[in-house]
């Protein structure tokens, strides 16, 4: 089955409309399931849009297709963003959505390994997505097969040592078809993200483990699908995308608010961001 049959390529506008949707319902179930990490569920959601309606080739009847492109969410904390992108593109009925957390269901905080369609990987522990796309994207070239694979890091998951050597690991085996875009929001847990540790200059240390980095606009959704379609660049490196973003991103009293690290919007908070969102 051909890959491209599934893949969206939506206008400007129709990718922002996207990340609006996204945003809206990702509030909904943070409300709904009174669950924690909702300003780092909405600071990726443009990445998120770009990637799902323009950029990946996949085919929502075949999820399991062996050409198909990889995203992995490696910040799985993120998880209502990813769960959200997927019910919207048919990997899952939309009504799936209401069991975000309930015992029984599928819908976990984090990512689950081998319960949804679409979800390539468990993730929440930090620092493992990048691991894994590394044997994906080396895998897809042992087999002589053209997919690429994203892997959608957070800034503090910067602080794993893992990222780093899995970093080397690609530049070394030049693994052109593999990218990370790196959601920085520049908070984590409790504190700003380069006062834990020194995260900048973000790109450069990237630059200097030997990949293809660039810094972008993370809320440009534009931009950012033009980024990460272009993917292999022909530079004959990986590509890491430094998207420069704010958390809580769309709704004004969530924006640069760490404080939505971990609470849930109340009904009324919920009204008012859709109002904000154009959604009500």
């Not at 609006?20 to 300003?39: D, P, Y």
């Not at 950029?55 to 929502?60: A, Q, T």
């Not at 890091?153 to 040592?161: I, R």
Request: proline share 4%; hydrophobic share 40%.
């Amino acid at each position: 089955m051909n890959v491209e049959a599934g893949t969206a390529k939506l206008d400007v506008q129709s990718l922002e409309d996207a990340a609006r949707r996204l945003r809206g319902k990702v509030i909904e179930m943070s409300h709904a399931a009174g669950s924690a990490h909702l300003g780092s569920s909405l600071s990726c959601c443009d990445i998120v849009a770009a990637a799902y309606w323009h950029v990946l080739r996949i085919d929502p009847t075949n999820p399991k297709n062996e050409l198909r492109d990889r995203f992995i969410l490696s910040k799985g904390h993120a998880a209502t963003t990813i769960y959200s992108a997927l019910a919207f593109r048919g990997f899952y009925p939309e009504h799936l959505l209401e069991t975000y957390t309930k015992d029984g269901g599928k819908l976990a905080e984090h990512p689950p390994a081998n319960s949804l369609p679409g979800v390539e990987a468990a993730t929440g522990s930090l620092g493992h997505g990048l691991p894994i796309g590394n044997g994906m994207a080396l895998a897809g070239r042992i087999k002589g097969q053209s997919y690429r694979v994203y892997a959608l890091m957070s800034d503090g998951e910067c602080n794993e040592g893992s990222v780093w050597e899995a970093a080397m690991f690609a530049a070394a085996q030049k693994l052109e078809n593999l990218c990370v875009i790196i959601d920085y929001n520049k908070w984590q847990a409790t504190a700003r993200s380069n006062e834990t540790l020194a995260l900048a200059p973000l790109r450069e240390k990237w630059e200097a483990f030997g990949w293809d980095a660039v810094e972008v606009d993370g809320h440009d959704i534009g931009a950012v699908a033009a980024l990460m379609a272009n993917v292999p660049n022909g530079s004959g490196k990986p590509v890491a995308i430094v998207a420069h973003t704010v958390k809580g991103k769309g709704v004004s009293f969530m924006e640069d608010d760490n404080n939505w690290h971990y609470r849930a919007p109340t009904a009324e908070e919920v009204v008012i961001s859709h109002k904000e969102l154009g959604l009500a």
